[in-house]
């Protein structure tokens, strides 16, 4: 393995394992006394105080564009007030099988739609086996309730806003460092006037380690680190190969939140489980070359 692939895969590994601790911390956050706008605000301010000298220091661009504007309100304002109310209703060992599984699956089929994009047998074929391992988690909520759960239903919701996000990000050709910003910065200014005013809040110093925990985690780690990380494993070893790094994140996740929340083991968990990872790295091979719509 050559020099720049192992760097890569290093690169790939460590975004992953961020991502995957990205689950436990934001559950965490949904689990305390901090309410999930409160989290959100956390990730935001401490995220925009991060970029924002570097942007306006060293790599300034045009802020207020249109598009970018755009991608915030999707893939910044709206994809955190669903994600992080999932957190909040949404045990993190499924949480892990919903969230990442979701997502490449709308991305795919977004693609088409927007992109006008085909892609191989294989993705097709793996993004049915992620549907088939979610739909198994969806379908024990309703047999057990009645009803589907509202935290599968908003996390369904986050992950379509992040798919959306993630095609036009590649229709409109915005760099990762553009993205990165605007997510951070005109998502801060967006919602920090609403939550300020209106939304409910659980702020106190009493909650600091939390506080700092959720800060540290979201904004500096999960919404700056691992973006930077992920951007350049997909520069030196490809879409296909991150993609199939992040595999392991429903795995990793979620049998970490079994012993960190002491969740319950369901056997509908684990064949999700395995049918999400499975479906996830298949989805990202190229072992055909012909394409469909």
């Not at 998502?187 to 540290?216: E, H, M, R």
């Not at 960190?260 to 091979?285: C, H, I, Q, R, Y």
């Amino acid at each position: 393995m050559q020099q720049t692939q192992r760097q890569g895969y290093m690169a790939a590994l460590v975004a992953v394992i961020i991502w995957s601790g990205f689950i436990l911390v934001s559950r965490m956050g949904g689990i305390s006394q901090l309410l999930s706008y409160d989290v959100i605000a956390i990730r935001y301010i401490t995220c925009a105080l991060v970029v924002l000298p570097f942007w306006w220091l060293k790599l300034p661009f045009k802020l207020f564009q249109p598009k970018l504007i755009i991608l915030s309100l999707i893939g910044g304002f709206s994809y955190a007030l669903f994600v992080f109310k999932g957190f909040e209703l949404t045990p993190a060992s499924q949480a892990a099988v919903i969230l990442p599984g979701l997502m490449p699956v709308l991305i795919i089929i977004l693609s088409v739609f927007i992109n006008k994009q085909s892609h191989a047998i294989t993705k097709w074929l793996g993004i049915t086996i992620i549907t088939l391992g979610v739909a198994i988690l969806f379908w024990q909520e309703f047999n057990v309730h009645g009803q589907f759960s509202l935290g599968h239903l908003t996390m369904g919701a986050a992950a379509l806003c992040w798919a959306l996000f993630s095609v036009l990000l590649n229709r409109w050709h915005i760099s990762p460092w553009q993205a990165t910003v605007s997510l951070s910065v005109i998502t801060c200014l967006l919602y920090l006037p609403i939550y300020l005013i209106w939304l409910p809040k659980n702020i106190s110093a009493d909650l600091w380690q939390d506080i700092v925990l959720q800060g540290f985690y979201q904004g500096v780690l999960a919404a700056t680190i691992q973006v930077m990380l992920y951007s350049k494993a997909v520069q030196l070893i490809g879409a296909a190969g991150m993609g199939s790094m992040m595999a392991i994140v429903p795995v990793l996740a979620g049998v970490s939140a079994l012993y960190v929340f002491d969740e319950t083991l369901k056997p509908a968990l684990v064949v999700a489980m395995v049918l999400v990872s499975f479906g996830v790295w298949l989805a990202n091979t190229n072992r055909f070359t012909v394409r469909v719509l």
